[in-house]
T-cell receptor, first 113, second 116 residues
Framework: KAGVTQTPRYLIKTRGQQVTLSCSPI?????VSWYQQTPGQGLQFLFE???????NKGNFPGRFSGRQFSNSRSEMNVSTLELGDSALYLC????????????FGPGTRLLVL | AQSVTQPDIHITVSEGASLELRCNYS??????LFWYVQSPGQGLQLLLK??????LVQGIKGFEAEFKRSQSSFNLRKPSVHWSDAAEYFC??????????????FGKGTKLSVKP
């Protein structure tokens, strides 16, 4: 069974731009969570989607948003990029709920210049 | 507030030596517990997990971890380290019930270096 896939793997943007990252969960998994990883703050939870509904949201500004499609694929969007948004963005999927084991994708490395 | 503490930022061990990575958590109830490993530039790979039952859990790559409720700890161990184990290790906790706190909370990680 294929793992979690994320596209693109690397991205360079400039301040003020917006970016969309994509995540395809493991087949059959319906829950998708997003995390931001930076050297200073570590791994921080962004939000979680299940059956196209956002169930939980971390402490990030409204510039960070996401959505989930009927096939469980998910996208996250960051508008008005700031230098501090440079990070590795990780997507994780689980079968039904976030209480179950989360399986992570390889991440998207975003660099904001 | 819920939190996970990994007291060691960086550990260096010799190949073939034993390894123990420490993890302590602060949580209102017994959470679900996880250890993940991350190689440079990669995502997180699940090593093992504890939900309930036997407090000594076995994982992949020869790793094991022991849950100690009295110490709020979930330390990761390996009897003999291989050079390929060099990576960063993350301990995480998750809520064992529904509600708004189901996301994983991660420790800051422990970077493991292996000397030949």
């Amino acid at each position: 069974k294929a793992g979690v896939t994320q596209t693109p793997r690397y991205l360079i943007k400039t301040r003020g731009q917006q970016v969309t990252l994509s995540c395809s969960p493991i087949s059959g998994h319906r829950s998708v969570s997003w995390y931001q990883q930076t050297p200073g703050q570590g791994l921080q939870f962004l939000f979680e989607y299940f059956s196209e509904t956002q169930r939980n949201k971390g402490n990030f500004p409204g510039r960070f948003s996401g959505r989930q499609f009927s096939n469980s694929r998910s996208e996250m969007n960051v508008s008005t990029l700031e230098l501090g948004d440079s990070a590795l963005y990780l997507c994780a999927s689980s079968l039904r709920s976030r209480q179950e084991t989360q399986y992570f994708g390889p991440g998207t490395r975003l660099l904001v210049l | 507030a819920q939190s996970v503490t990994q007291p060691d930022i960086h550990i260096t061990v010799s190949e073939g030596a034993s390894l123990e990575l420490r993890c302590n958590y602060s949580y209102g109830a017994t959470p679900y517990l996880f250890w993940y490993v991350q190689s440079p530039g990669q995502g997180l790979q699940l090593l093992l997990k504890y939900f309930s039952g036997d407090t000594l859990v076995q994982g992949i790559k020869g790793f094991e971890a022991e849950f100690k409720r009295s110490q709020s700890s979930f330390n990761l161990r390996k009897p003999s380290v291989h050079w390929s184990d060099a990576a960063e290790y993350f301990c995480a906790v998750g809520a064992p019930y529904g509600g708004s706190q189901g996301n994983l909370i991660f420790g800051k990680g422990t970077k493991l270096s292996v000397k030949p």
